[in-house]
């Protein structure tokens, strides 16, 4: 018998699964940890620790959500570094400084990394053989300098 709608969806955040949310990532900041076109499963209001690839609100732009490495805490906030050291722009905490706490919402979990053809996933060899590669926790290592 289903649940009503209230009991259902108390049952759901008591269980946390109401907070995982997915995000598309564009840009090339987080490479190669996370690359432009992954998408990001991320769990909202999950507990942050150094090393965490983190969803955050932008300090200068609240409507633009990033993507970054938490790395520390200093004076403010977050200290949230890019994973790619070549890119031209990073858009960090080395431009803009700590990031307030309340602006982290979330904390990745896994990397879904799509096909590079989707036609070619025709056999259950080639599925499990992309899943392999595509589907990923993100590490805590700290990659940014």
């Given at each position: 018998?289903?649940?009503?709608?209230?009991?259902?969806?108390r049952?759901?955040?008591?269980?946390?699964?109401?907070?995982?949310?997915?995000?598309e990532?564009?840009?090339p900041?987080?490479a190669?940890?996370?690359?432009?076109?992954?998408?990001?499963?991320?769990r909202?209001?999950?507990?942050?620790?150094?090393?965490?690839?983190?969803?955050?609100?932008?300090?200068?732009?609240?409507?633009?959500?990033?993507?970054?490495?938490?790395?520390?805490?200093?004076?403010?906030?977050?200290?949230?570094?890019?994973d790619?050291t070549?890119?031209a722009?990073?858009?960090?905490?080395?431009?803009?400084?700590?990031?307030?706490?309340?602006?982290?919402?979330?904390?990745?979990?896994?990397?879904?990394?799509?096909?590079?053809?989707?036609?070619?996933?025709?056999?259950?060899r080639?599925?499990v053989?992309?899943?392999?590669?595509a589907?990923?926790?993100l590490?805590?290592?700290?990659r940014?300098?």
């Amino acid at each position: 018998m289903p649940q009503p709608t209230g009991e259902r969806e108390r049952e759901l955040e008591r269980r946390g699964l109401r907070r995982l949310a997915l995000c598309e990532v564009t840009g090339p900041s987080m490479a190669p940890t996370v690359n432009s076109g992954d998408t990001l499963v991320v769990r909202y209001g999950a507990r942050v620790r150094p090393g965490d690839v983190v969803l955050l609100r932008h300090p200068l732009q609240q409507d633009l959500l990033i993507v970054k490495r938490a790395v520390g805490r200093r004076d403010g906030g977050w200290w949230v570094l890019s994973d790619n050291t070549l890119a031209a722009f990073a858009n960090d905490s080395r431009d803009f400084g700590a990031v307030p706490e309340e602006f982290v919402l979330a904390r990745a979990l896994l990397r879904l990394r799509p096909p590079a053809d989707v036609a070619a996933q025709r056999t259950l060899r080639s599925a499990v053989s992309w899943a392999a590669v595509a589907v990923r926790p993100l590490s805590r290592r700290l990659r940014a300098r």
